[in-house]
T-cell receptor
Framework: KNQVEQSPQSLIILEGKNCTLQ??????????LRWYKQDTGRGPVSLTI?????NTKSNGRYTATLDADTKQSSLHITASQLSDSASYIC??????????FGGGTRLMVKP | SQTIHQWPATLVQPVGSPLSLECTVE??????LYWYRQAAGRGLQLLFY??????ISSEVPQNLSASRPQDRQFILSSKKLLLSDSGFYLC???????????FGPGTRLTVT
């Protein structure tokens, strides 16, 4: 069964600090992995997308890593800002373009 | 550039009433379109997807239905809403690369 597990479920950090969100998946055959940011009450917005051959991708202060061997991905946020408060969703696509969504990590950045 | 619209943004409906949510995409042709539901504090659940006009695939059995009357229009409907239909409904379209989905702003539905 295809599954995507994210940890932690929620996280509180102080403004300016770094944090790392984790995503473990059991999706086969693997095609791609993407991270989305979803502000409360809004639709998800894509941050990064990686295919099998990519092991890191950055988008400003967001850096995603992918280890296809261990089926793990992480999203690292550098120098957090109040506007980073949101839910971060890991989504894994298989070769048939079926998407499996993680439950998300809710991040709160406090001043 | 491509844009995706959803309306209404919020909706409060009584149990047993009908539902119609609309999604339109601009700036692209023949996109794959998707409807998702997100219950409070939960992940996204795929409801329907469409690869073309009149072509609808359902992922989960429910009292909802979808239609695609035009290339860039995707409609989610129900004849009689249930309390369990409450949630955040998201429409998405698929980019040219085939594995990038772009989400609309969503519709918050509360069934009372």
């Amino acid at each position: 069964k295809n599954q995507v597990e994210q940890s932690p479920q929620s996280l509180i950090i102080l403004e300016g600090k770094n944090c790392t969100l984790q995503c473990n998946y059991t999706v086969s055959p693997f095609s791609n992995l993407r991270w989305y940011k979803q502000d409360t009450g809004r639709g998800p917005v894509s941050l990064t997308i990686m295919t099998f051959s990519e092991n890191t991708k950055s988008n400003g202060r967001y850096t995603a890593t992918l280890d296809a061997d261990t089926k793990q991905s992480s999203l690292h946020i550098t120098a957090s800002q109040l506007s980073d408060s949101a839910s971060y969703i890991c989504v894994v696509g298989n070769a048939g373009n079926m998407l499996t969504f993680g439950g998300g990590t809710r991040l709160m950045v406090k001043p | 550039s491509q844009t995706i619209h959803q309306w209404p943004a919020t909706l409060v409906q009584p149990v047993g009433s009908p539902l119609s949510l609309e999604c339109t995409v601009e700036g692209t042709s023949n996109p794959n379109l998707y409807w998702y539901r997100q219950a409070a504090g939960r992940g996204l659940q795929l409801l329907f997807y469409s690869v073309g006009i009149g072509q609808i695939s359902s992922e989960v059995p429910q009292n909802l239905s979808a239609s695609r009357p035009q290339d860039r229009q995707f409609i989610l409907s129900s004849k009689k809403l249930l309390l369990s239909d409450s949630g955040f409904y998201l429409c998405a379209w698929e980019g040219d690369r085939g594995y990038e989905q772009y989400f609309g702003p969503g519709t918050r539905l509360t069934v009372t």
